[in-house]
């Protein structure tokens, strides 16, 4: 849905094609017990508008986004940006209606009648309009880089568009496509270790993000210690040789999936070889960074009273939330089309578009909604960070009841990002299951009947099959 | 009690639809004609204590505030439709959303603080706010100064917004007329509301061009009705004290079709009446209009209630009509 809205304001035209990747299938598993959940977009049968393939998210990195962005910007002529210039201070204009005044470090005095505070979580308009926030600190940083591996191989792999999550007790390591031979990393750790792991030589880096995705969680825990105690002299090598040898005493064979020997490319890869994502070879420089993980949520977007008037909150300076289920950029573009939105029908009726009137739209489409999902991902945060044996088995055992329910599945995908197609495909076919009432439309009425007819039918077969099969294996 | 009080609260917000400026007592729309100024002045002081805090959106006018919206967007359908109707249609499709009230004169009878007046300017049109109290004026003003899209001189010299502190009778005198005039929540409120109808009448321009009926007349009050009794006095007033007691006089009120009657008969001696027809108690869609609002609390904002919905003008309704042709009232 919020790439449609990228599309529809044709900020998507200028995004580097080449560098973005659609993610078909998702594949999450618990560090633990290796309960597993896959999502495929082709299975669900969702997201192919605009004549795409199914797909359940895009992926591309920040600076084509905001390349972009930018770009459209400066295509639509409307918006002046004031490039090289800082905001130094914001004060209220006290002798004049109190809008409020923008100090730019150029020296030049803005005068706002709408103030957006999106200038992240520590927000300098927040402050400002005195909105407090609530929320704590997750005793996690997250460490992203860009990582090169080789890619699948052609004809007897599909490339990949699939991303990957698996939850340590530490925290989730996601591993996501951008294009057949780079990939992005999100990692979150505990801080000791991502400060550890940031400082060390990338090559180690590489080794430990590939054992995260693949050794058992015991062997990980006594990497981790490793990587702490040794951190001064640690080599790579060393690192290499102690991750073989937990290999070897895990029993794990050199040409499995599981194994830090790089498949050659010779002969047939491994069958499973798609159940965890390429070895990463490489990492590209200076894309290393890492960053605390917070909870926080504004207790208000729009400023209010004598104060905060004429301003208003959005994306990261509204609200942060911990990226395991990659919800962040969604909720920070939601906001941005509500609040479009809304100063547009304020336009429309003349309505002054500082006024608290005009904005409160905005945060009665936004608030709750925002809440419901950093809820929700703070819920998940905790469930996966526990280690207790009875914790484990219920999320386990979670995980592979809702892995077979895959209405369900769709509509989990549908709301993490994917696109809207879905919902207005039901939507046009309950117009045209009202339309078939009139006499005219009979012919295609018929249509629309048989088609809704077959999607219940495909969903209780799926259903029935479902029970079948795990029936059947008992 | 409490409890029940604050669930019953957002209900009875809908009585919050304040008004603007103050005149009569006979609810009666009689023709006969009042020379007297219809400005009620116990109204007027009423007001003028309430004046500072027009602009506190969250408020004693909190609701006015929000039902603006609905009003000039009625103003703006109502124009595009006789735009579209008087076969303008190109004009019309194209300045839709934009500029629909681009260069009309437009004055706005009890503005208040300037909440209905400043959107009209916004949209274009040259706005003239009055109201019959002097602070009601000041703080307009002082609004409207604070913000410099309000305050720009155009190359014509002209001032998109302009107050001043008289009532309708005085207009009345001079020579300007108007394209479209507005008199939002203020009808309740004046002493003789057929003698403010009369003047307000008076003040729309008339057309002299072939095929082309003249300006427009638009008012939004409350319906005098056991509902609206309930909810703006019983509730907002006696009960929950969301409005100043003594803001609304119930015998004031004013129903749909007392208004559709008096303009159904001619306004002068040689005039001819603005409303030539009705079917069912209800005015031609070209001739006058009567649509219903309603303060839709799960929403938190009001809504104009579609055209002959059952019920909807019982409470807040919002009234249009036009100057037919030819008719020198």
């Known amino acids: 849905m919020r790439f449609n809205y990228l599309v529809d304001t044709g900020a998507w035209k200028s995004v580097e094609e080449s560098r973005v990747a659609s993610i078909?299938?998702?594949?999450?598993?618990?560090?633990?017990?290796?309960?597993?959940?896959?999502?495929?977009?082709?299975?669900?049968?969702?997201?192919?508008?605009?004549?795409?393939?199914?797909?359940?998210?895009?992926?591309?990195?920040?600076?084509?986004?905001?390349?972009?962005?930018?770009?459209?910007?400066?295509?639509?002529?409307?918006?002046?940006?004031?490039?090289?210039?800082?905001?130094?201070?914001?004060?209220?204009?006290?002798?004049?209606?109190?809008?409020?005044?923008?100090?730019?470090?150029?020296?030049?005095?803005?005068?706002?009648?709408?103030?957006?505070?999106?200038?992240?979580?520590?927000?300098?308009?927040?402050?400002?309009?005195?909105?407090?926030?609530?929320?704590?600190?997750?005793?996690?940083?997250?460490?992203?880089?860009?990582?090169?591996?080789?890619?699948?191989?052609?004809?007897?792999?599909?490339?990949?568009?699939?991303?990957?999550?698996?939850?340590?007790?530490?925290?989730?390591?996601?591993?996501?496509?951008?294009?057949?031979?780079?990939?992005?990393?999100?990692?979150?750790?505990?801080?000791?270790?991502?400060?550890?792991?940031?400082?060390?030589?990338?090559?180690?880096?590489?080794?430990?993000?590939?054992?995260?995705?693949?050794?058992?969680?015991?062997?990980?825990r006594y990497l981790h210690r490793f990587v702490l105690d040794e951190k001064q002299q640690m080599s790579s090598d060393a690192l290499l040789e102690e991750i073989r040898w937990r290999e070897r005493a895990h029993v794990i064979d050199q040409h499995s999936v599981f194994s830090s020997h790089a498949f050659d490319g010779i002969g047939i890869p491994p069958s499973d070889a798609e159940m965890l994502?390429?070895?990463?070879?490489?990492?590209?420089?200076?894309?290393?960074?890492?960053?605390?993980?917070?909870?926080?949520?504004?207790?208000?977007?729009?400023?209010?009273?004598?104060?905060?008037?004429?301003?208003?909150?959005?994306?990261?300076?509204?609200?942060?939330?911990?990226?395991?289920?990659?919800?962040?950029?969604?909720?920070?573009?939601?906001?941005?089309?509500?609040?479009?939105?809304?100063?547009?029908?304020?336009?429309?009726?003349?309505?002054?578009?500082?006024?608290?009137?005009?904005?409160?739209?905005?945060?009665?489409?936004?608030?709750?909604?925002?809440?419901?999902?950093?809820?929700?991902?703070?819920?998940?945060?905790?469930?996966?960070?526990?280690?207790?044996?009875?914790?484990?088995?219920?999320?386990?055992?979670?995980?592979?009841?809702?892995?077979?329910?895959?209405?369900?599945?769709?509509?989990?995908?549908?709301?993490?990002?994917?696109?809207?197609?879905?919902?207005?495909?039901?939507?046009?076919?309950?117009?045209?299951?009202?339309?078939?009432?009139?006499v005219e439309l009979a012919g295609s009425a018929w249509r629309a009947a048989t088609s809704v007819g077959k999607t219940v039918e495909g969903v209780l077969a799926a259903g029935l099959s479902n029970l079948l099969t795990s029936s059947g294996r008992r | 009690?409490?409890?029940?009080?604050?669930?019953?609260?957002?209900?009875?917000?809908?009585?919050?639809?304040?008004?603007?400026?103050?005149?009569?007592?006979?609810?009666?729309?009689?023709?006969?004609?009042?020379?007297?100024?219809?400005?009620?002045?116990?109204?007027?002081?009423?007001?003028?204590?309430?004046?500072?805090?027009?602009?506190?959106?969250?408020?004693?006018?909190g609701l006015l505030h929000k039902m603006n919206p609905v009003r000039v967007q009625f103003v703006k359908n109502k124009i595009f439709e006789t735009v579209h109707d008087d076969g303008f249609e190109e004009i019309a499709e194209r300045e839709k959303n934009g500029k629909i009230l681009d260069g009309l004169d437009v004055l706005d009878v009890g503005c208040g603080g300037g909440l209905l007046s400043e959107s009209l300017a916004r949209l274009g049109a040259n706005t003239l706010g009055v109201d019959a109290s002097a602070s009601n004026i000041t703080i307009a003003s002082l609004h409207a100064a604070q913000d410099p899209a309000l305050c720009r001189t155009s190359a014509l010299g002209n001032v998109p917004l302009q107050y001043r502190n008289a009532a309708a009778e005085e207009l009345v005198e001079e020579p300007k007329r108007f394209d479209v005039v507005c008199s939002m929540e203020v009808i309740e409120h004046v002493d003789n509301p057929a003698a403010f109808l009369r003047s307000c009448a008076e003040l729309v321009k008339v057309s002299y061009e072939l095929n082309s009926p003249g300006g427009h007349l638009f008012l939004s009050t409350v319906s005098r009705t056991p509902l609206a009794y309930f909810l703006t006095i019983l509730a907002a007033e006696k009960l929950l004290q969301l409005v100043e007691p003594g803001t609304h006089t119930f015998s004031k009120y004013v129903k749909p079709a007392e208004l559709i009657e008096f303009f159904q008969k001619p306004l002068g001696a040689a005039g001819r009446p603005w409303i030539s027809h009705v079917?069912?108690?209800?005015?031609?869609?070209?001739?006058?209009?009567?649509?219903?609002?309603?303060?839709?609390?799960?929403?938190?904002?009001?809504?104009?209630?579609?055209?002959?919905?059952?019920?909807?003008?019982?409470?807040?309704y919002l009234f249009w009509v036009r100057k037919p042709l030819s008719s020198r009232v």
């Not at chain 2, 005015?283 to 809504?303: C, D, F, I, N, S």
Request: net charge neutral.
């Open chain 1, 24 to 220: 078909e299938e998702m594949q999450v598993w618990d560090g633990l017990s290796d309960a597993r959940i896959t999502f495929n977009a082709n299975e669900a049968n969702i997201g192919h508008n605009n004549g795409q393939a199914p797909h359940m998210a895009t992926m591309t990195e920040n600076l084509n986004l905001q390349r972009a962005l930018l770009r459209s910007l400066d295509a639509s002529g409307v918006a002046e940006i004031i490039d090289n210039t800082k905001v130094s201070r914001i004060e209220k204009d006290t002798r004049n209606g109190g809008w409020p005044l923008v100090h730019t470090s150029n020296g030049e005095v803005l005068r706002a009648r709408l103030l957006v505070g999106a200038d992240g979580p520590n927000s300098p308009v927040r402050s400002y309009a005195g909105i407090e926030s609530y929320g704590w600190a997750y005793d996690t940083r997250a460490i992203v880089a860009t990582l090169n591996h080789a890619p699948r191989l052609a004809g007897l792999q599909k490339q990949s568009k699939t991303a990957y999550q698996r939850f340590l007790p530490t925290g989730p390591i996601a591993f996501l496509p951008l294009s057949p031979t780079s990939s992005s990393l999100v990692w979150s750790t505990k801080p000791t270790l991502a400060a550890a792991l940031t400082a060390t030589d990338p090559q180690a880096l590489v080794h430990m993000i590939n054992a995260a995705f693949r050794l058992p969680e015991v062997s990980i």
């Open chain 1, 277 to 438: 994502p390429p070895l990463v070879t490489s990492i590209q420089p200076g894309s290393v960074a890492s960053f605390p993980l917070r909870l926080s949520h504004a207790d208000s977007y729009i400023g209010e009273g004598e104060h905060g008037s004429r301003t208003a909150l959005l994306g990261d300076a509204a609200h942060t939330i911990h990226p395991l289920a990659g919800q962040g950029l969604n909720m920070g573009l939601a906001d941005a089309q509500a609040l479009a939105e809304c100063i547009q029908s304020a336009v429309l009726v003349g309505g002054d578009i500082g006024s608290r009137t005009a904005l409160l739209p905005y945060a009665r489409a936004r608030y709750f909604e925002n809440h419901k999902l950093l809820s929700a991902t703070d819920k998940l945060h905790k469930l996966y960070s526990s280690t207790f044996s009875p914790v484990v088995w219920v999320r386990s055992v979670g995980l592979e009841v809702v892995n077979e329910l895959d209405t369900l599945k769709a509509a989990i995908m549908m709301t993490a990002g994917s696109s809207s197609s879905v919902q207005k495909q039901r939507f046009d076919a309950s117009s045209w299951a009202t339309a078939a009432r009139s």
């Open chain 2, 1 to 61: 009690m409490q409890t029940l009080l604050r669930l019953s609260r957002p209900l009875l917000c809908i009585a919050r639809s304040l008004p603007r400026v103050a005149f009569a007592r006979s609810a009666k729309l009689s023709t006969a004609s009042v020379a007297a100024s219809s400005v009620n002045q116990e109204e007027i002081q009423f007001f003028s204590r309430l004046s500072s805090q027009w602009w506190d959106e969250s408020g004693e006018f």
């Open chain 2, 279 to 316: 079917y069912d108690g209800m005015p031609v869609r070209q001739e006058a209009e009567v649509r219903g609002m309603a303060y839709l609390p799960w929403k938190g904002a009001w809504t104009l209630a579609p055209r002959g919905a059952f019920g909807s003008t019982e409470c807040n």
